[in-house]
């Protein structure tokens, strides 16, 4: 008598896991290996030219594409049962305490030196060969989060507060280290036990913001560099009150904050006046040369300014001690473009200096950027009544000598 022993479903998954055990143990030799089915659990047969296609046909389905692609099917994904995920070990390099606690709590992400990646097949694992880890360099650290939360920080009655809309995350247990970890794109802050510890999240030089993150970022650090700043919390509408900030805060660009939280906020209200509210993202940098140069916002919009323009000579200006003329230019910041036509008022130093210099500013026009800027600077002269039209073109940027300063 014969048998026949259909290779689906068990009996398929039997071989599979053999060959699953070969390949952990690194064998090579497949043809040299044996495996053993209980015959009495096939389909007899009589061992005549009848008794074996009677059998096939009776085992077989008569869809052979079907019964193709359940077989396809069954070799992807017997074994995999649980899930056919992909684990690692990973060598990571920890500096010293602070690096440590900055990982469990997912401020940083792991960077392993080394990594050896793996896949479970019938719970046997072996090393894996796919490309999913191509290129990878780090991992984050996923925290379980609780409930939502928000961060709100003041600098007196008076000034607008910084508010950020976090999630509440528990980081690891570990001794000495944070109990919670309220987290925002741009901000972190980590609760211990009787203190807490803020701080920005990325690169003030490569990190992309829309205006409206860079707005309450720059507010937030600039009030608590003052050292006079207060942090609130706000979970699910109850508010705890005010917590003082220790005095002062560590990081580059201090000095500069002032300067830089003015000319965002004044950046948003030009767009307002120009009617526009899409603030798209992009490098927070200032375009130095061309026709593009953020310190224009700087003077544009107020009548006092560090920006000085001077002249040797002026052509067609014989014996006017005060002059009035029309700078224009365009500013992008935060992927938006403005075009700014200003008023300068320009007066005669004297014979010592020999040269007109600005003594005032007035913004004549806010509008989304113009394709041809030469035209709409002649335009706005025009309008104005204005004679001397200061071409951006012609203007050299020189720092102010220091007695000036």
């Not at 919670?180 to 802050?189: E, K, P, Q, Y």
């Not at 660009?253 to 120009?274: G, H, K, W």
Request: hydrophobic share 40%; with cysteine; charged share 25%.
């Amino acid at each position: 008598m014969g048998y026949v022993i259909h290779l689906l479903g068990k009996e398929l998954a039997k071989i599979l896991h053999r060959l699953r055990i070969a390949e952990a143990e690194g064998r090579t030799d497949i043809n040299h290996i044996f495996m053993s089915f209980d015959y009495r659990k096939g389909r007899r047969f009589n061992p005549t030219a009848e008794g074996l296609p009677d059998a096939l046909a009776e085992i077989c389905p008569t869809d052979v594409d079907g019964y193709f692609e359940a077989k396809r099917h069954q070799l992807a994904t017997l074994g995999y049962e649980q899930g056919h995920e992909v684990e690692g070990e990973a060598l990571i390099w920890i500096e010293d305490q602070d690096d440590f606690l900055k990982i469990i709590s997912g401020q940083v992400p792991l960077r392993p030196v080394q990594l050896q990646a793996y896949e479970r097949r019938f719970g046997i694992r072996v090393p894996y060969r796919g490309s999913l880890l191509e290129g990878v360099e780090e991992f984050p650290i996923n925290l379980p989060t609780i409930w939502p939360c928000a961060i709100i920080v003041r600098s007196g009655p008076l000034l607008p507060a910084a508010m950020f809309d976090c999630e509440t995350a528990i980081p690891f247990p570990i001794q000495g280290g944070p109990m919670l970890a309220i987290r925002n794109a741009t901000l972190i802050l980590l609760f211990y036990e009787g203190s807490f510890h803020l701080e920005s999240v990325g690169n003030f030089k490569a990190d992309h913001h829309d205006l409206a993150t860079w707005i309450p970022l720059l507010r937030a650090v600039t009030y608590l560099a003052s050292g006079k700043a207060t942090v609130e919390l706000d979970f699910r509408g109850v508010r705890i009150p005010g917590i003082p900030t220790p005095e002062g805060l560590n990081g580059p660009y201090l000095d500069d904050l002032p300067r830089l939280l003015e000319f965002v906020e004044r950046f948003r209200q030009a767009l307002d006046i120009a009617g526009i509210a899409n603030f798209g993202a992009i490098l927070a940098r200032r375009h130095l040369g061309g026709r593009r140069d953020a310190d224009v916002a700087r003077y544009d919009v107020q009548s006092l300014s560090a920006a000085r323009f001077e002249f040797d000579a002026i052509g067609g200006v014989t014996d006017e001690v005060r002059l009035e003329a029309i700078y224009f230019n365009t500013i992008e910041f935060a992927g938006c473009g403005i075009t700014l036509p200003t008023k300068v008022i320009l007066e005669w130093e004297g014979e010592q200096a020999s040269a007109f210099a600005s003594t005032g500013f007035e913004l004549l026009d806010v509008r989304p950027a113009v394709i041809d800027l030469d035209d709409y600077g002649a335009e706005m002269a025009t309008t104005s009544g204005i004679n001397v039209v200061i071409d951006p073109e012609n203007v050299t940027m020189v720092s102010r000598p220091a007695e000036r300063e």
